[in-house]
């Protein structure tokens, strides 16, 4: 680790333990040419984290997945004037961090970096370079690509990447949801340059775009920074991209996938809420309860602590662009699973009758409202929520607001977010495991 490393590491540090209060200034800007950009200041330390989101999701990978995927994972592999190994050796020279990352619905490229100008300058200089002239050399795509095929291969002899997998595509069909964003065998086979040139151009532009900066820099200087992200875009409008129609579940269903393992893996669920929903934060309180808070929840306390069937049970519920999943999974003993899956059932059931009890209800809101200072104590965390917040178009108000509404949800709001979003007569059950999992 050189210097700069150490010091922004003993920086970060020093952030953490002057967090006082939960409460996150937000102010709002449009670049000239239309991207929306939101601004944070942090006074705490001379940093400043830069991240650009695209609605440019495996999502948008059509025909071809994985190539948002393989497009990002290329982006500081070469540009007209630099090779991978210098683009890197100006990042690690000034301290800085450079990143890209894509999920089903968005993707994003991140830089962090000290504030001060001879490290700042330069980093701001490269990231405006990549953003603006990657090439994609032909033998740094074929290396990602023979990384990437390895790497599913791996997955198809994993029973939890294999039980995931097929959990979604049942959940989701043909709709994008449904497949990993790596991508699969034969489509990251068929992505030529030439299609990774047209994904780039269509995608990664300010038609797509919108940013987000946390830092200790003047208003004035964080407006200088986004204009010239602005600028050194694609200036393509959005692409015309055809959005399918998400078919839903039409009825329950019980799968079975023979894999030899001892261990059994399991996932039950459907379909829930688009980020944004009134119903979130009842189903996100109500989960908490139900299976998303560790020891405590129902379903650890049930199935772990009193029944010794597992020693990991949880559920989760993930809003998205479009309705995101509701999900439990847990791992079990193969000649377990069918009493595991019987007992999730008739939980969920119960759950969904009758919601918490009072006091379950008291300490879920206690605890996440206790817990939410920690969640935005880090600029990192600050940046990830701000990026939702301009992605999804949630208000800005969201962070500022979120512990008083989660401390007026009452046991009616979680019941009746259940009974609108959960369908518990159109659930899937999917088993991966022996044969004695099937019994």
């Not at 490393?5 to 800007?29: F, G, P, R």
Request: glycine share 6%; net charge positive; charged share 25%.
């Amino acid at each position: 680790m050189n210097i700069i490393s150490k010091l922004i590491s003993l920086l970060i540090i020093m952030t953490i333990s002057n967090i006082t209060q939960a409460n996150v200034e937000i102010s709002k800007y449009t670049t000239k040419n239309g991207i929306k950009v939101l601004y944070s200041k942090s006074e705490n330390i001379p940093m400043i984290d830069i991240r650009i989101t695209f609605d440019a999701g495996s999502n948008k990978d059509g025909d071809l997945k994985g190539i948002s995927m393989l497009t990002h994972s290329l982006l500081d592999e070469g540009t007209s004037k630099m090779d991978a190994e210098s683009i890197a050796s100006v990042f690690e020279s000034n301290g800085s961090v450079f990143n890209t990352s894509v999920n089903k619905d968005k993707s994003s490229i991140s830089l962090r970096s000290l504030t001060e100008k001879k490290y700042l300058n330069p980093s701001i200089k490269m990231l405006l370079s990549i953003l603006s002239d990657s090439v994609f050399p032909k033998n740094e795509m074929q290396l990602q690509k023979d990384r990437t095929l390895t790497s599913i291969e791996e997955d198809e002899t994993d029973p939890a990447e294999i039980a995931s997998n097929l959990f979604f595509k049942e959940i989701y069909g043909d709709y994008p949801y449904a497949y990993n964003t790596i991508g699969q065998k034969n489509t990251v086979n068929k992505i030529t340059r030439k299609d990774v040139l047209k994904f780039y151009k269509n995608n990664i532009n300010i038609g797509n775009a919108s940013i987000v900066i946390i830092s200790s820099l003047s208003k004035k200087e964080v407006i200088d920074i986004a204009e010239k992200i602005s600028k050194s875009l694609n200036s393509n409008v959005k692409e015309s991209f055809k959005e399918m129609v998400l078919a839903g579940i039409n009825k329950e269903k019980h799968i079975y996938k023979k894999f030899s393992s001892e261990q059994a893996h399991i996932y039950i669920g459907g379909l829930s809420v688009e980020r944004g929903s009134k119903n979130h934060l009842p189903l996100y309180v109500g989960n908490y309860i139900f299976g998303g808070s560790g020891f405590s929840a129902r379903l650890m306390q049930e199935l772990r602590v009193k029944r010794g069937l597992t020693y990991g049970v949880y559920s989760y519920i993930h809003p998205m662009k479009n309705t995101g999943p509701f999900v439990i999974g847990i791992e079990t003993k193969s000649e377990q699973a069918q009493e595991s899956v019987e007992l999730i059932h008739k939980m969920l059931r119960e759950f969904y009758k009758n919601g918490p009890t009072d006091k379950e209800l008291k300490h879920a809101k206690q605890s996440i409202i206790n817990g939410f200072p920690l969640m935005i104590d880090s600029n990192s965390d600050i940046l990830n929520y701000l990026s939702l917040i301009n992605y999804y178009n949630l208000p800005l108000d969201y962070l500022n607001t979120f512990t008083s509404r989660i401390s007026n949800i009452t046991k009616k709001d979680i019941v009746r977010s259940f009974e609108d979003d959960i369908d518990v007569n159109k659930l899937i059950t999917l088993v991966v495991g022996n044969e004695k999992a099937k019994k």
